[in-house]
């Protein structure tokens, strides 16, 4: 299926995080977050090689006990709160090149904050980024119930509409066109265009993944809901 083409998947994960300290590896239903991920990049069909990228000597202990591969330590300049994903991924292919002659058609992201993304959504995307030629393909989710409409702002204790007036009634359920959103589960991108430092490129195509695997974990609570969902999957 994948006519010739390699894809590199990348965890980026480093140690410094805000909202819950040491994010990345925090316990959850007994195994680290980030072991999540890589279980589901270890089951692909389709990846050629999936690395985690980390200036941490805990979270790349943790991660190769895992079975993940850590072939580098990211540099500290790359781990800042003002470092980007892009760099991160720049550095690892020039890395690779330069260190094991190792080049890729495609370039995988895969965000450790994502543990409900399952293996199924990851080759989906590599079959779609392939049979197209899209130059990116982004998971998404709907946004339920939306409308402009329904968007508004608080001014002096009173609220106002965003961005236009409205009338004297609130806009219906399903009134309103589908609109979507990434959801930073899965960005696949094309090598040449990571190197241009684009992370999208001009056909970017989706890959829409139900809500109950597109929470993102920045929060407590979003560990709760995880925990809820991971539960019930179990069980199922």
């Not at 779609?128 to 989710?141: G, H, L, N, Y």
């Not at 359920?173 to 959103?181: F, I, L, T």
Request: include cysteine; charge should be positive.
């Amino acid at each position: 299926m994948n006519k010739g083409k390699t894809v590199l998947g990348v965890i980026p994960a480093r140690g410094g995080s805000k909202g819950i300290p040491r994010k990345n590896i925090q316990m959850l239903l007994g195994k680290p977050l980030i072991a999540y991920t890589i279980q589901a990049a270890q089951k692909s069909k389709y990846l050629a090689r999936c690395i985690v990228s980390t200036e941490d000597p805990e979270i790349a202990a943790i991660a190769t006990s895992h079975g993940a591969e850590v072939p580098f330590t990211r540099p500290q300049e790359l781990a800042r709160d003002e470092s980007t994903t892009m760099q991160v991924l720049q550095h690892a292919l020039r890395w690779l090149a330069e260190h094991e002659g190792q080049r890729y058609d495609y370039v995988l992201v895969l965000q450790p904050t994502s543990p409900l993304r399952v293996t199924e959504d990851i080759d989906a995307c590599i079959r779609k980024i392939v049979e197209t030629d899209a130059d990116s393909v982004m998971s998404m989710m709907e946004l339920p119930d939306f409308s402009l409409e329904k968007l508004k702002r608080i001014e002096n204790d009173r609220i106002v509409p965003l961005f236009k007036e409205e009338g004297s009634q609130s806009s219906r359920r399903g009134d309103g066109s589908h609109v979507y959103k990434r959801n930073t589960a899965i960005y696949l991108t094309k090598t040449e265009l990571i190197m241009q430092g684009k992370l999208f490129g001009d056909v970017s195509r989706p890959y829409v993944m139900p809500r109950e695997r597109s929470i993102d974990v920045n929060e407590p609570v979003d560990l709760a809901l995880t925990e809820f969902f991971l539960t019930r999957r179990r069980a199922a």
